[in-house]
């Protein structure tokens, strides 16, 4: 089992930038890539961005390159994902997630363990 509790979200305005944080305890860590996942109000939950276990590899939705960033410290069994220039289509609850598949894992299916989830609202 892995557990993951993320924070570092909450009400921001367009334009502005969060940087959210995940950390995992049980299993292993650095054993597993990274994700970050998100479902918005009356959509279904979607890729947003993952990293291989090394750190090495990166992948993220078309919508958010250039503006997200995802990484992670295997040191403190953490990983983050800072986000830049927030739409207010951005708005979601976000998850952090970890996964055992192969890379690029970026099917929901292919998540093994979840977070409970924070909240991100970015207004106009």
């Known amino acids: 089992q892995v557990q993951l509790v993320e924070s570092g979200g909450g009400l921001v305005q367009a334009g502005g930038s969060l940087r959210l944080s995940c950390a995992a305890s049980?299993?292993?860590?650095?054993?597993?890539?990274m994700g970050w996942l998100r479902q918005a109000p009356g959509k279904e939950r979607e890729f947003v961005a993952a990293i291989s276990w090394t750190g090495k590899n990166t992948n993220y939705l078309d919508s958010v390159k250039g503006r997200f960033t995802i990484s992670r410290d295997n040191a403190k069994n953490t990983v983050y994902l800072q986000m830049n220039s927030l739409k207010p289509e951005d708005t979601a609850v976000y998850y952090c997630a970890a996964s055992g598949s192969m890379w690029p894992i970026d099917r929901l299916y292919e998540y093994d363990y979840w977070g409970q989830g924070t909240q991100v609202t970015v207004s106009s």
């Open positions: 049980g299993r292993t860590f650095s054993n597993y890539a």
